[in-house]
């Protein structure tokens, strides 16, 4: 277990919709990274956020928003839901921005949009 | 563009031999590589990693290895063992940024008893 778990664990919106998802960081970790893992393929980086400011943002529209509180737990937020959001969304929570220490999932959030 | 490729979906073993599951990226930005595990319905795992200064990295049953001028990276796993039947990622970084993470495709191992 690696102390990072998200809510909810299963969710179903209808197109148009907007959802938000939870995570809590391991404790101590200041840096949260979001990731979307669509079915087949890799986690694909989302954006990520450190000490509450954005730190990077991967290829995904404006409507895929973020938060970091000063407790550093994070939530993602995805306006005018689509049917391709569909996915595994997966939190990672950092010890430090940088310093090559590994990254700890949590066990994500499978949406579905129907 | 796939700067991550894990280019064998999958990947079938007997109980006891090696698995080597192998790894391409493109960018030479990257300098440091992980290797997650993952099974149903539950978030990667982490397995094992290797900075770009090194070329082997040594963690119990698991050995990742580096050759930078191929931009290649494999994992073994010797002796495999019916429990490490899982999906595996790897993923590379820049900047020493664990948490920005670029991952391949996957390759699913199946270790048969």
């Known amino acids: 277990e690696t102390g990072v778990t998200q809510s909810p664990t299963h969710l179903i919106k209808t197109r148009g919709q907007q959802v938000t998802l939870r995570c809590s960081s391991q404790?101590?970790?200041?840096?949260v990274s979001w990731y979307q893992q669509a079915l087949g393929q890799g986690p694909q980086f989302i954006f990520q956020?450190?000490?509450?400011?954005?730190?990077g943002r991967g290829n995904f529209p404006p409507r895929f928003s973020g938060l970091q509180f000063p407790n550093y737990s994070s939530e993602l937020n995805v306006n005018a839901l689509e049917l391709d959001d569909s996915a595994l969304y997966l939190c990672?929570?950092?010890?430090?921005?940088?310093?090559?220490?590994?990254?700890?999932f949590g066990q994500g959030t499978r949406l579905t949009v129907v | 563009d796939q700067q991550v490729k894990q280019n064998s979906p999958s990947l079938s073993v007997q109980e006891g031999r090696i698995s080597i599951l192998n790894c391409d990226y493109t960018n030479s930005m990257f300098d440091y590589f992980l290797w997650y595990k993952k099974y149903p319905a539950e978030g990667p795992t982490f397995l094992i990693s290797i900075s770009s200064i090194k070329d082997k990295n040594e963690d119990g049953r698991f050995t990742v290895f580096l050759n930078k001028s191929a931009k290649h990276l494999s994992l073994h796993i010797v002796p495999s063992q019916p429990g490490d039947s899982a999906v595996y990622f790897c993923?590379?970084?820049?900047?020493?940024?664990?948490?920005?993470?670029?991952f391949g495709q996957g390759t699913t191992l199946q270790v048969k008893p």
């Open positions: 990672a929570s950092s010890l430090e921005l940088t310093g090559a220490s590994e990254a700890f």
């Open positions: 404790s101590g970790h200041n840096t």
């Open positions: 956020y450190y000490r509450e400011e954005e730190n």
């Open positions: 993923a590379a970084s820049a900047e020493g940024n664990t948490g920005k993470l670029i």
